[in-house]
C-alpha cells in the first residue's frame, strides 16, 4: 500500500489532476446533454404547433400556379347570354368583382386550361322516392343520368346516389363507373319512403356528404362540387330550414340545381299547352338560385336532352378570387359581393356574401 506521502505525490501529478477534473464534470455533460435534447425537443414541438400548415396550391392555366390562403375570398360565377346558354371563354379582365359595393382587383379567375385538361367534378344526385314518381319516370331518369355521365365523361368526375323521402340514404357512395349508378337506380325505384319529402334535408346531408368525400382541391385543381335534386317540387316535413341548408352550401362551396318531373306538372291545370310551369315551394326558397345554382323542369318523354344540358350547365362556371382589405379580413361580419360581366350578359353567383373571421 502506497505510504501517504506517495499519495500525495501521485494526487498532484498532471495525469492524476485530469482524471479527477474528468470524473467531476462527467455527469454535468450528461445532465447539459439531456436537457439541450429535451429543450431542442421541445422546440420542434412549439414549431409544429405554431408553424401554419402549409397553403395547397391550385394551378390557374399551363403555368401559374397560386397557394390559397385563409385570406382568399372565392365565389363561383356562371354566365349566359340572352339565350340562357353559358358562356365560356371570358378572360379575368371581362370582369368586376365588388365588395360592399367596391371594386376589388381580382386575384385569378380559375379557366379550364389552354392544354386541355378540365376542371374536375363531384356530383351527388338526391332522388326523391316519397310516391310522387312513376315507374316510368325512374326509368327515363336511368338514362338522363347515364347521359349525364357520359356528357362528363372527358374529365375527371365522380358522382354519389341519394335517395330520400322521410329520411335520406346514400345508396352509390362516390364513383366514376356509370354502371354503378344505373344499379342504384334501380334499387331506388323499389324503394318506399311514405308520403313526407324531406327535401332540405336530403340537400344537407348531401353538402356534408361532399366536404366529407370530396376536397374542394384535386390534383392542385379547384374540384366543382354540385348537388343535383331530382323531385316533385314540394318538400315537406323538413327539419332544416331553407336559410341554413343555404348558408352550408355557400360555405361548402356547393351549388344545387334542381330537376322538377312532369308527376309535378300534373298537379296543374294549364290554361294552354306552352304555358311556363308555376314555381314551386323549392323555387321559391331560393335554394337554387342563392348557390348559383338552375331549376329546370322535365316536362318532355325524354330527359336525356335536358341532363346533357344541365352537365353542360354544371361545367360551365368561372371561380374569381379576390382579398378582402385588411381591415374586413377579421371583422366577423358578413360582406356583400357583387359580379359583374360585359353588357348583354347575366351572372348567377354561387354565394351573394362571405362571412369574415375574427
Not at 93 to 121: H, M, T
Not at 126 to 138: I, L, Q, R, Y
Not at 303 to 330: C, H, I
Amino acid at each position: 500500500m502506497p505510504s501517504l506521502s506517495n499519495r500525495k505525490r501521485l494526487s498532484k501529478s498532471p495525469a492524476a489532476r485530469l482524471a479527477l477534473a474528468l470524473l467531476l464534470i462527467a455527469p454535468l455533460l450528461v445532465l447539459s446533454s439531456a436537457t439541450h435534447g429535451t429543450h431542442a425537443q421541445q422546440q420542434k414541438l412549439n414549431d409544429s404547433h405554431q408553424r401554419p400548415a402549409a397553403s395547397p396550391e391550385i394551378i390557374i392555366d399551363d403555368e401559374d400556379v397560386l397557394k390559397i390562403d385563409t385570406d382568399l375570398v372565392l365565389v363561383e360565377v356562371t354566365v349566359t347570354d340572352a339565350e340562357g346558354k353559358p358562356v365560356r371563354g371570358l378572360r379575368p379582365e371581362d370582369f368586376k368583382l365588388y365588395e360592399d359595393g367596391e371594386e376589388r382587383a381580382v386575384a385569378f379567375v380559375n379557366v379550364e386550361r389552354r392544354g386541355g385538361a378540365e376542371r374536375p367534378v363531384a356530383v351527388v344526385f338526391a332522388v326523391d322516392v316519397s310516391g310522387s314518381m312513376t315507374p316510368e319516370e325512374f326509368v327515363r331518369l336511368q338514362a338522363a343520368m347515364r347521359a349525364f355521365s357520359e356528357k362528363l365523361s372527358t374529365r375527371e368526375a365522380t358522382f354519389a346516389v341519394m335517395s330520400f323521402g322521410m329520411t335520406a340514404r346514400v345508396l352509390q357512395s362516390f364513383t366514376s363507373d356509370s354502371r354503378k349508378l344505373e344499379r342504384a337506380i334501380e334499387r331506388m325505384a323499389r324503394e318506399a319512403s311514405g308520403l313526407s319529402t324531406h327535401t332540405y334535408d336530403a340537400v344537407d346531408d348531401a353538402v356534408r356528404l361532399l366536404v366529407r368525400n370530396a376536397p374542394r382541391t384535386r390534383e392542385r385543381r379547384l374540384l366543382k362540387r354540385a348537388v343535383v335534386v331530382v323531385t316533385d317540387g314540394f318538400p315537406v316535413g323538413d327539419t332544416v330550414a331553407p336559410a341554413t341548408v343555404i348558408e352550408r352550401a355557400n360555405d361548402a362551396e356547393v351549388s344545387v340545381y334542381t330537376v322538377t318531373l312532369p308527376s309535378y306538372s300534373r298537379l296543374l291545370v294549364a290554361t294552354s299547352p306552352d304555358r311556363s310551369p308555376l314555381p314551386t315551394p323549392l323555387d321559391v326558397s331560393g335554394l337554387t338560385e342563392k348557390t348559383g345554382g338552375i331549376n329546370v323542369y322535365a316536362n318532355t318523354e325524354d330527359y336525356g336532352p335536358l341532363f346533357k344540358a344541365l352537365a353542360e350547365e354544371v361545367t360551365s362556371s368561372y371561380v374569381l378570387a379576390f382579398y378582402p382589405p385588411e381591415e374586413k379580413r377579421r371583422d366577423g361580419r358578413s360582406h356583400a359581393i357583387r359580379v359583374e360581366a360585359p353588357r348583354g350578359l347575366s351572372v348567377r353567383q354561387n354565394r351573394m356574401s362571405y362571412m369574415a373571421g375574427k
